[in-house]
Nanobody, 124 residues
Framework: QVQLVETGGGLVQAGGSLRLSCAAS????????VGWFRQVPGKEREFVAA????????TYADSVKDRCTISRDNARDMIELQINSLKPEDTGVYYC?????????????????WGQGTQVTVSQ
């Protein structure tokens, strides 16, 4: 059982930056692909970014590509998401996710573990 705990959310002005972190509880974390989703009330959970177990391959949603960097440190069981040039539409609850199946990033029901989420609010 992998537990994921996100930190780093908050209120940011448009144009600002934010770094979200996700700490994993198990050493087996390094075997999983990990990523981030976000969700706003009334909408489905939306993929943001993912990184493979080695840290060498990353994938981003078009909405955040060129503004976002995902990274992982398997020695510390941590992943981070840096988002720059924040927009009001980036507002939402951001969830860390760990998955064995790379299809999870297009099919969230395949995700093995979820964090509890951290709120990001971007003001005008």
């Amino acid at each position: 059982q992998v537990q994921l705990v996100e930190t780093g959310g908050g209120l940011v002005q448009a144009g600002g930056s934010l770094r979200l972190s996700c700490a994993a509880s198990e050493r087996t974390f390094s075997l999983y692909e990990v990523g981030w989703f976000r969700q706003v009330p009334g909408k489905e959970r939306e993929f943001v970014a993912a990184i493979d177990w080695s840290g060498r391959s990353t994938t981003y949603a078009d909405s955040v590509k060129d503004r976002c960097t995902i990274s992982r440190d398997n020695a510390r069981d941590m992943i981070e998401l840096q988002i720059n040039s924040l927009k009001p539409e980036d507002t939402g609850v951001y969830y860390c996710a760990a998955a064995l199946d790379s299809r999870s990033w297009s099919t969230p029901s395949l995700v093995n573990y979820w964090g509890q989420g951290t709120q990001v609010t971007v003001s005008q």
